[in-house]
């Protein structure tokens, strides 16, 4: 199969695919120059002298003729439009689609006023950006986010450990400040040959439900470290437990770690990657809904403190992130659950598609779960390290970690609280039509949305201690509607108090 990149105008693609076939040792082949070629004049001079039907019956027809030569080893760069013939879109099934995922302000700062024909007005820009998203997300195996910085060696491994995974695997480039990453997402992905880190030796962190169902389906292994499941691990006992084992096996820092369960053990894991000789590599692959959804990206690790949740941590960004949603079928009902607050979430803060979705209920599938892991990466690639935007992504964690403190991490798992904590943010919010449509999901889906012998004034209390205090107060996330979530609301003791009062009935 070629790899083809698709796009909207001003995404890179005729940049990345040159840097591609450049590995390859060879040239892209860019179809807008084709035509040009074929024409003997520029793509604008067409539309203004024939029309945009004219160059779109040509452009049908050199693409559609360059996807049918392409030869597995070649890279082609499509024009932004060509896609929205059906014929084009049926020639690229045959190969690897890589999508330049750009948003519409950067799409129009680098395509307006350079004579393209349909970049000539803003509005009209905007719409076309809008109508045609859709169209390739759907086309695309990988999305590569215009802002990467991928180094195209590696990118092309990733794009050809695709080959190797199961059917309808998607590939998600993950980029930050501070690295980059591969993440696959795809039924039936564990056993493939996709690992990210091949060169290196693999150890394993694990718990006790996890490691019995899946390490074997890891490949080839070096060693295994297996934690009692639950909370009750996330501390620095646990983190100490794990370096030490680490230590006495020789692990180095040319080996990496890998960190296979839920949420737990992937913050630990994580964060004892981090902090082992001064930083390893480590490779997520996540098993719960909340760490498919949220936990396993982004590079927040760390472990409880008997005085407040995630208090002692770093940021780590992983080496590569494989999520086999499979491993779902395992997953207990109340996990399920608990990850669907996690999704909920996400969708608040995401709005559009996945809000849509999500409102009306329809099954957490692997659309789902790449939905979610996009929006993640996306917020966390604007704001790695929580100075602001990041910030969205603890909307209903701040009552939510109260809650699961108050009560020493074991009466909710973490998604029930933070469903809770959604409630009370929708109620600080001042949504009272949507905090009822969310209470409703909530416990269709069989989570909590009110509380009993908890006590308000711990919670209260608690809430206090949060870590993203800055001076006296605690910034709140509230949703002003979904896909508008802003951070760094101030609220009133009295105000939160009374949030938190409405959950005990
Ligand atoms: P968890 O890791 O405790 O897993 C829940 C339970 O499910 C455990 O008993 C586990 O053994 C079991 N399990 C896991 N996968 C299974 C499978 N496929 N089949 C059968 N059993 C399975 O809990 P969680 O909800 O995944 O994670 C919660 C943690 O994640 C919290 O500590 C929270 O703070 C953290 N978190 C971190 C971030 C982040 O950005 N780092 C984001 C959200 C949540």
Same mark, same amino acid.
């Given at each position: 199969?070629?790899?083809?990149?698709?796009?909207?105008?001003?995404?890179? !693609?005729?940049?990345?695919?040159?840097?591609?076939?450049?590995?390859?040792?060879?040239?892209?082949?860019?179809?807008?120059?084709?035509?040009?070629?074929?024409?003997?004049?520029?793509?604008?001079?067409?539309?203004?002298?024939?029309?945009?039907?004219?160059?779109?019956?040509?452009?049908?027809?050199?693409?559609?003729?360059?996807?049918?030569?392409?030869?597995?080893?070649?890279?082609?760069?499509?024009?932004?439009?060509?896609?929205?013939?059906?014929?084009?879109?049926?020639?690229?099934?045959?190969?690897? *689609?890589?999508?330049?995922?750009?948003?519409?302000?950067?799409?129009?700062?680098?395509?307006?006023?350079?004579?393209?024909?349909?970049?000539?007005?803003?509005?009209?820009?905007?719409?076309?950006?809008?109508?045609?998203?859709?169209?390739?997300?759907? %086309?695309?195996?990988?999305?590569?986010?215009?802002?990467?910085?991928?180094?195209?060696?590696?990118?092309?491994?990733?794009?050809?450990? %695709?080959?190797?995974?199961?059917?309808?695997?998607?590939?998600?480039?993950?980029?930050?400040?501070?690295?980059?990453?591969? *993440?696959?997402?795809?039924?039936?992905?564990?056993?493939?040959?996709?690992?990210?880190?091949?060169?290196?030796?693999?150890?394993?962190?694990?718990?006790?439900?996890?490691?019995?169902?899946?390490?074997?389906?890891?490949?080839?292994?070096?060693?295994?470290?297996?934690?009692?499941?639950?909370?009750?691990? !996330?501390?620095?006992?646990?983190?100490?437990?794990?370096?030490?084992?680490?230590?006495?096996?020789?692990?180095?820092?040319?080996? /990496?770690?890998?960190?296979?369960?839920?949420?737990?053990?992937?913050?630990?894991?994580?964060?004892?990657?981090?902090?082992?000789?001064?930083?390893?590599?480590?490779? /997520?692959?996540?098993?719960?809904?909340?760490?498919?959804?949220?936990?396993?990206?982004?590079?927040?690790?760390?472990?409880?403190?008997?005085?407040?949740?995630?208090?002692?941590?770093?940021?780590?960004?992983?080496?590569?992130?494989?999520?086999?949603?499979?491993?779902?079928?395992?997953?207990?009902?109340?996990?399920?659950?608990?990850?669907?607050?996690?999704?909920?979430?996400?969708?608040?803060?995401?709005?559009?598609?996945?809000?849509?979705?999500?409102?009306?209920?329809?099954?957490?599938?692997?659309?789902?779960?790449?939905?979610?892991?996009?929006? !993640?990466?996306?917020? +966390?690639?604007?704001?790695?390290?929580?100075?602001?935007?990041?910030?969205?992504?603890?909307?209903?964690?701040?009552?939510?970690?109260?809650?699961?403190?108050?009560?020493?991490?074991?009466?909710?798992? /973490?998604?029930?609280?933070?469903?809770?904590?959604?409630?009370?943010?929708?109620?600080?919010?001042?949504?009272?039509?949507?905090?009822?449509?969310?209470?409703?999901?909530?416990?269709?889906?069989?989570?909590?949305?009110?509380?009993?012998?908890?006590?308000?004034?711990? +919670?209260?209390?608690?809430?206090?201690?949060?870590?993203?205090?800055?001076?006296?107060?605690?910034?709140?996330?509230? *949703?002003?509607?979904?896909?508008?979530?802003?951070?760094?609301?101030?609220?009133?003791?009295?105000?939160?108090?009374?949030?938190?009062?409405?959950?005990?009935?």
């Amino acid at each position: 199969m070629a790899v083809v990149f698709i796009g909207f105008m001003g995404a890179g !693609k005729t940049t990345a695919a040159r840097h591609l076939a450049a590995v390859r040792g060879r040239a892209a082949v860019d179809t807008d120059a084709l035509i040009e070629e074929r024409l003997g004049h520029t793509i604008a001079e067409e539309f203004a002298r024939r029309g945009e039907g004219a160059f779109r019956a040509l452009e049908e027809q050199v693409v559609g003729a360059a996807l049918g030569a392409a030869g597995p080893e070649e890279t082609l760069a499509l024009g932004g439009g060509s896609v929205l013939s059906p014929k084009v879109r049926a020639a690229l099934a045959d190969h690897t *689609v890589v999508l330049i995922d750009v948003d519409v302000h950067t799409a129009w700062r680098r395509a307006s006023g350079r004579r393209r024909p349909l970049a000539g007005d803003r509005r009209t820009f905007a719409a076309l950006h809008a109508e045609r998203v859709p169209v390739y997300e759907r %086309l695309a195996d990988v999305i590569l986010p215009a802002a990467s910085r991928a180094d195209p060696s590696r990118l092309l491994a990733a794009i050809d450990s %695709l080959g190797r995974a199961p059917r309808r695997t998607r590939l998600l480039w993950a980029t930050s400040a501070s690295g980059e990453y591969p *993440v696959l997402i795809g039924e039936g992905l564990l056993g493939a040959d996709v690992w990210p880190l091949a060169q290196s030796r693999r150890f394993v962190v694990t718990d006790e439900n996890v490691g019995p169902l899946y390490l074997d389906r890891l490949g080839p292994i070096d060693g295994e470290i297996v934690l009692a499941a639950g909370e009750e691990s !996330k501390t620095l006992a646990g983190a100490e437990l794990v370096w030490r084992e680490l230590a006495r096996r020789g692990v180095a820092r040319d080996d /990496h770690l890998v960190g296979l369960g839920g949420g737990v053990v992937g913050d630990l894991a994580g964060f004892c990657a981090a902090a082992y000789q001064r930083g390893v590599p480590i490779v /997520h692959v996540p098993t719960t809904l909340v760490a498919q959804v949220d936990s396993a990206y982004g590079g927040k690790t760390g472990v409880d403190l008997p005085e407040a949740k995630n208090y002692v941590g770093a940021y780590h960004q992983p080496g590569g992130v494989l999520v086999d949603t499979a491993t779902l079928a395992t997953l207990p009902d109340r996990e399920l659950a608990a990850g669907y607050a996690e999704v909920l979430k996400t969708a608040l803060i995401a709005g559009g598609e996945l809000w849509r979705r999500v409102s009306e209920d329809a099954p957490v599938d692997e659309a789902t779960v790449t939905a979610c892991a996009r929006l !993640k990466l996306g917020v +966390v690639a604007e704001d790695e390290r929580d100075g602001g935007r990041r910030q969205v992504l603890n909307l209903g964690h701040t009552v939510g970690h109260a809650i699961e403190s108050v009560t020493a991490y074991r009466r909710y798992r /973490h998604g029930e609280a933070v469903a809770l904590g959604l409630l009370a943010a929708l109620r600080l919010s001042g949504q009272d039509a949507l905090r009822a449509e969310v209470a409703e999901l909530l416990a269709g889906h069989g989570l909590p949305v009110t509380m009993d012998g908890v006590d308000v004034d711990a +919670v209260v209390a608690a809430t206090a201690r949060d870590k993203k205090r800055i001076g006296a107060s605690v910034p709140f996330v509230l *949703v002003h509607r979904p896909g508008d979530v802003r951070p760094g609301a101030t609220v009133g003791d009295g105000e939160l108090r009374r949030a938190v009062r409405e959950l005990c009935p």
